[in-house]
């Protein structure tokens, strides 16, 4: 059986120094009304001008090389920059996912024109991206896409559709995994391609999903004989179920789950100061204790990934338990505020638990469902 590796790692004090510029520069912006901060913010919040503030500062690909406009910094200073704007609640929703993976991917798997075309404008906060993987017939069970891509004589013919592409509307790039050839026979994982498809292409067609919350901030995108050139297939022709596996452990690996709704939590305490019930520290110890366990966990899986450790089974765990906790969060602070008559609530607090409540049954779908991060977990520890 296979053991499950979360090295504890001291932090360096010298990287508080990090987390006091960006807590000084969120404070700032919040302070002059540039964000109002927003629980689930990396999926739903996005305001392409704060991305930019952001690459400025040399806050967007902080892990890459400065020869592709990044930083040659550890993936423990980009976890504290995840954190810390995760727990503002601020709008970083534009440049999240190509910061998170896809840059990272074409990092593995690019072609040095690729880098150095798009990686120095990912770092400026300026080109967006989205994934395609799930279709209509196609999401955890991955290897059932159908969208295709065949050669031509000028590139790759796309037909198809993806679906719940996140951000696909502000994005410049979808990273689509498409069926480049047949099966071989019963194995499916044969004949993926990852492809680059230039969103603004003709043939593309993307149509806002509006959730409970009345956001659009998920599409559905229709790819109709659109040509992209030869050079836009990311990495190996059909060898995009391995690089899939890559992806999917950085798109779980970070601290997102566990803090989407900490703003919630944040909020609450500062209103509850000094009116908290006694019965409400156990359920706010309970909290904290959950948060802190998960934080060092989280803390850990940037260590592997600076030691060059891809942690896919160590991230799917931390994806479940933080989905577990980033809803039973909102519940736990809703009940937490039961000390506060409702007419007492700030206008900010009633508007961040509505949020909180309605964009909270996704979260454990998103990424990959809770009963598919079990399978990776039992599999892990020998059990299936
Ligand atoms: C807010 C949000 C944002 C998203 N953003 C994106 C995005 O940007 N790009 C993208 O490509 N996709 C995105 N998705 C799609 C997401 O990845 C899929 O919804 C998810 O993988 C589940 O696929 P499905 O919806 O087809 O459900 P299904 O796979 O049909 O699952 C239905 C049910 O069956 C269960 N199930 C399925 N297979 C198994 C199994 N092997 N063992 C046990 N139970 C199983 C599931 O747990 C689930 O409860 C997003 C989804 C949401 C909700």
């Given at each position: 059986m296979?053991?499950?590796?979360f ?13 006091a510029?960006l807590?000084?520069f969120l404070?700032e912006?919040?302070d002059?009304?540039?964000?109002k901060?927003?629980?689930e913010?990396?999926?739903a919040?996005?305001?392409p ?8 500062r040399g806050?967007?690909?902080l ?9 040659d ?18 709008p970083?929703?534009?440049?999240w ?10 990092i ?6 690729q ?9 400026a ?15 955890s ?16 013919k796309?037909?198809g ?11 410049h790039?979808m ?9 071989d ?13 230039d969103?603004?292409l003709?043939g593309v ?9 009345g956001d659009?901030?998920f ?8 040509i992209?050139?030869?050079d ?5 022709e ?8 890559g ?15 900490y703003i ?5 305490l500062?209103?509850?100061s ?6 409400s ?13 998960l ?7 940037a ?14 765990l931390?994806?479940?338990?933080g989905n577990?906790l980033e809803?039973?969060?909102?519940l736990?602070?809703?009940?937490l505020?039961n000390?506060l008559?409702?007419e007492d609530w700030s206008?900010?607090m ?5 949020i ?21 977990t039992?599999r892990q520890?020998?059990?299936?």
């Open positions: 296979q053991r499950f590796n090295p504890v790692v001291q932090p360096d004090p010298a990287l508080e120094e990090l987390r510029d807590q000084a404070k912006e919040r002059a009304d540039n964000f901060p927003e629980p913010c990396w999926m919040s996005a305001d001008e704060f991305s930019r503030k952001m690459g400025k806050w967007i690909g892990t890459w090389s400065s020869q592709y406009g990044g930083h910094k550890s993936a423990l200073e980009r976890y504290i920059v995840t954190e810390e704007t995760l727990r503002a609640g601020a970083v929703g534009a440049h996912i190509a910061d998170r993976q896809h840059a990272p991917m074409l593995a798997h690019g072609t040095e024109a880098k150095l075309d798009i990686l120095p404008r990912i770092a906060g300026e080109c967006y991206f989205a994934i395609g993987l799930s279709e209509p017939g196609a999401g069970d991955l290897a059932n896409v159908k969208t295709s891509a065949e050669k031509v004589s000028d590139g790759w796309i037909n559709q993806k679906v719940w592409s996140s951000g696909a509307h502000i994005s790039y990273v689509a995994l498409l069926r480049t050839s047949p099966a026979g019963r194995n499916r994982h044969v004949g993926l391609s990852q492809i680059m498809i969103l603004s003709p067609t993307i149509k806002p999903i509006v959730d409970l919350s659009a901030h599409n559905e995108v229709y790819f109709e004989d659109v992209v050139p030869e836009c297939l990311l990495g190996d059909g060898g995009g179920w391995a690089q899939v596996t992806e999917l452990a950085m798109e779980r690996s970070g601290p997102e789950r566990f803090l989407s709704s919630t939590l944040e909020t609450a500062r209103q509850l000094g009116k908290m019930g006694s019965d520290h156990g359920r706010l110890g309970k909290l904290i204790a959950n948060l802190r366990t934080k060092g966990m989280s803390w850990a899986i260590n592997l990934l600076d030691q060059g450790v891809s942690p896919e089974t160590e991230a799917a931390v994806k479940d338990l577990r809803n039973d969060l909102t736990q602070v809703r009940a505020l000390d008559p409702s206008p900010d009633r508007r961040i638990m509505n909180g409540v309605l964009r909270s049954p996704p979260n454990t779908l998103r990424g990959g469902t809770t009963e598919v991060m079990r399978g990776i039992a520890l020998g059990l299936r």
